[in-house]
């Protein structure tokens, strides 16, 4: 069965700090993709960032960064130079290749960047 | 710009009445997604489809939900009777399907309480 889990349930910090996201995950899939997904105060789901499980590059796309590591089944976000815009709840997401593209979600994050 | 569209956006019923909810995916995904977002349970998956076809409705309870995909522009989720711990955010997300796990587009969510 396949589990994600987020164990930050809120975090708070002040403009410009720099602050990392937990995910762990748990699968018996060798092929499963990753997936980070932001809800904004208005509620809707935007996506961040898919992985698939062969591919364990770290990326950076502007302020945000993943790391993925297998070893310990995390795929841990990061944003620098955090802004009050990034206020929002954000999700760790699991898909097993067996599964057909469902998404298994974790609990998610409150962050909070206060100004 | 293409997104996925849900209606109603939010719905107030009274307990025991019908509730649709419709979602019109991006045109030419063949993936259609219902999850729901409560609380208690956060996001998780009711039913999707690939090709129109169901796959997978473990989610859903079966004896007062139903999916339905009337055409590929078209997905429906209907709750009969409804009761108030239906009361949730209903996503409907869409994506396209070869191999692997594609990234799932989400609605804007049809927010429902029922009272």
């Known amino acids: 069965a396949q589990k994600v889990t987020q164990a930050q349930t809120e975090i708070s910090v002040v403009e410009k700090e720099d602050v990392t996201l937990d995910c762990v995950y748990e699968?018996?899939?060798?092929?499963?993709?990753l997936f980070w997904y932001k809800q904004p105060p208005s509620g809707e789901l935007v996506f961040l960032i898919r992985r698939n499980s062969f591919d364990e590059q770290n990326e950076i796309s502007g302020r945000y960064s993943w790391n993925f590591q297998k070893s310990t089944s995390s795929f841990n976000f990061t944003i620098t130079a955090s802004q009050v815009v990034d206020s929002a709840v954000y999700f760790c997401a699991l898909s097993e290749a067996a599964s057909g593209s469902r998404l298994t979600f974790g609990e998610g994050t409150q962050l909070t960047v206060n100004p | 710009d293409a997104r996925v569209t849900q209606t109603p956006r939010h719905k107030v019923t009274e307990m025991g009445q019908e509730v649709t909810m419709r979602c019109q995916p991006i045109?030419?995904?063949?993936?259609v997604f219902w999850y729901r977002q409560t609380m208690m349970q956060g996001l998780e998956l009711l039913a999707y489809f690939r090709n129109r076809a169901p796959l997978d409705d473990s989610g859903m309870p079966k004896d007062r939900f139903s999916a339905e995909m009337p055409d590929a522009t078209l997905a429906t989720l209907k709750i009969q009777p409804s009761e108030p711990r239906d009361s949730a955010v209903y996503f409907c997300a869409s994506g396209f399907r070869t191999s692997g796990s594609n990234e799932q587009f989400f609605g804007p969510g049809t927010r429902l309480t029922v009272l």
């Open positions: 699968t018996r899939d060798t092929t499963y993709y």
């Open positions: 045109l030419g995904h063949n993936t």
